[in-house]
Each structure stands twice: as C-alpha cells, then as structure tokens.
C-alpha cells in the first residue's frame, strides 16, 4: 500500500535509537568499572545477557501495568546484582546507568539517513512509552531531534502504548485524522497492533518478532516504499 501521510509516527527505541548496543555498552563500562566481572562467577557476555533478561522481564510488566516507573528503577539492577551472585551498590550503579545510557548515540541502521530523507516532506512525531526525562536526553543527545515535531511520551500522556488513548492523544497534536498518518516502530503488540486498534495504518520494522502485521520492513530505508512521493523512485 502507497500512503500520503500528514504525519508520520515514529517509535523510538530499537527503531531508531539502538537500545541494545547503547545499553549493552554502558553495562559492560560499568561491571568493569565496578569490578563486578572480577567478582561474579559469569563471564561478562552472560552478565550481559542476565541484565537484559531482567530488563526486558520488568519492562513487560510496566507495559502491562503491573509495576510503576519507581518499581522498575529500584527493582532493576537489585535483581541483577542478585542473579550475577554480587554484593555491591545498585543504587550507584543505577544511577550511573541512567545518566551514561540515554547519551549514548548508536542509531539503527539507516535511521539517520530516512529521517533526512523524509523529514523536508512529512511533520514527524516520536510516540515512545520510554520514561520522559530519560527520552528527552536520548533524542537531543541523537542529534535527531530537529527532525521531529514533537516527543509524546507515555508519562506526558497518561496512557502507554497499545492504548487506544495514547494514540489519540497523538492525532491530536499531528491534527489529523487516523487513515491520514502513518505509525513505524518496531513492537508488533505496543506499536503495531496499537495503532491499528486506533485506526492507523503501521509498518513494522521487524528484525526478530512474531508478527501479524500487514507491512513489514527489515531495512528501514524501505520505509520510503510504502510513502506516495518515492512510490516510482529508487530506494
């Protein structure tokens, strides 16, 4: 399908920000740092996978509302402590984590070049169930920032991404209606199966996920192949 979008929404981690490099980078920093590969019985490439299958396992809870931003903080790296067999300061170890993560600057393949090419064209708009003083770091530390109209955060909201609340808000601020915008992001549930519920025709950027999705891309640049004004040109 070939759109003419008013506006174009744009998930932001692991669609345009690498989540993961960016953090896997930050953890390894500190458990050298903080001598935790010294004392933990786990390599660092398992301490590694460890944090993130903490991370990902509390994040799916808060996107359930099942625990609130607070819960997610304080329980995160106690757990992680935890599950590497280490005694140490999780609380300083957060609280570097969240100054160090969101400054780092590793975008998806392509992210930059899409935006540059879609941006004179199209009012973008970053939709993001990401935590609102830690999303407004990592989009001006980017250097994307000028591309976007706005940042709608969750928290700003009252409403996470799938609800149907979220993505009105959203039309809202682009002013327009539901069949005039287009939603990219890589969660077929959150981002996805979200903005269909509310309406709006959605790309998914699917690098790993079970997804029912109707457009799916694994190279972002594809983007452009679903978008009226490069429908007959090379990508």
């Known amino acids: 399908m070939i759109f003419q979008p008013k506006a174009i929404f744009f998930d932001w981690d692991h669609t345009l920000w690498d989540h993961d490099r960016n953090s896997q980078e930050v953890i390894i920093e500190l458990v050298e740092e903080f001598g935790l ?6 390599p660092v490439s398992s301490i590694w996978e460890t944090y993130q299958q903490i991370n990902t396992a509390l994040w799916d809870d808060y996107q359930m509302g099942l625990i609130s931003q607070n819960e997610l903080r304080e329980s995160r790296f106690l757990r992680f402590f935890q599950a590497i067999q280490v005694q140490g300061p999780a609380d300083t170890f957060s609280e570097q984590f969240l100054f160090r993560t ?14 540059e090419a879609l941006s004179p064209h199209y ?3 970053i939709l ?15 250097g994307l920032g000028h591309h976007f109209k706005e940042l709608i955060t969750s ?9 149907l609340a979220f993505f009105e808000h959203a039309l809202q601020r682009a ?13 077929w549930h ?3 199966h979200g903005a269909n519920q509310a309406g709006i025709p959605a790309i998914h950027y699917n690098l790993s996920d079970a997804s ?7 190279d972002l640049k594809h983007v452009k192949n679903h978008l009226e004004i490069y429908s007959n040109k090379d990508n």
């Open 37 to 42: 590969d010294k004392q933990s019985p786990l």
């Open 190 to 192: 959150a981002d996805i």
């Open 212 to 218: 029912k999705a109707i457009w799916q891309i694994s």
């Open 123 to 125: 009012p973008l708009y």
């Open 155 to 163: 928290q700003g909201v009252g409403a996470k991404k799938p609800e």
């Open 102 to 115: 969101p400054r780092k600057t590793h975008l998806m393949e392509g992210a930059q070049e899409l935006l």
């Open 128 to 142: 993001t169930n990401g935590f609102e003083d830690i999303q407004h770091i990592k989009v001006t530390s980017s």
């Open 175 to 187: 002013n327009c209606q539901a069949h005039e915008a287009l939603m990219v992001g890589d969660n």
